[in-house]
């Protein structure tokens, strides 16, 4: 089971990542664009089991979204207004660390600087 601080502390071991807030929840951004969200509100009636605390988002390109929707169904879904954004629900205690920083890393590198990904990516980082 995943949680806040775990997805904290994955999100902000990327490269240039740091912690920002976005209508009042916190923001996950590398150089000014989000890549993932903490505490989703206004969701109750998607997910009655689960506290806002509880679901994050992230924005994965459509490919990375739909495959990681079909491997993990009951943990990650499409938004519905902005799923073909590619922001994505994560339900933190349907999940675990490995499936957290699965979708994360992807969720970086689809907001970060080409020229940032692709530098790393030769330093094999």
Do not use: C
């Not at 109750?44 to 089991?49: E, I, M, S, W």
């Not at 459509?62 to 990650?76: F, T, V």
């Amino acid at each position: 089971m995943a949680s806040q601080a775990d997805l904290r502390r994955i999100a902000l071991a990327l490269p240039e990542a740091y912690e920002d807030l976005h209508r009042r929840r916190p923001a996950f951004r590398v150089r000014k664009r989000i890549f993932a969200m903490l505490g989703v509100t206004g969701n109750g009636a998607l997910f009655p089991d689960l506290a806002a605390d509880d679901i994050a988002v992230a924005k994965l390109d459509r490919e990375d979204q739909l495959n990681m929707a079909a491997a993990y169904p009951d943990a990650i879904e499409p938004t519905e207004t902005y799923g073909h954004h590619g922001w994505t629900y994560i339900r933190l205690p349907r999940t675990d660390e490995a499936v957290l920083s699965t979708a994360l890393r992807p969720a970086w590198t689809h907001v970060a600087p080409k020229s940032l990904v692709s530098r790393l990516i030769g330093e094999g980082v």
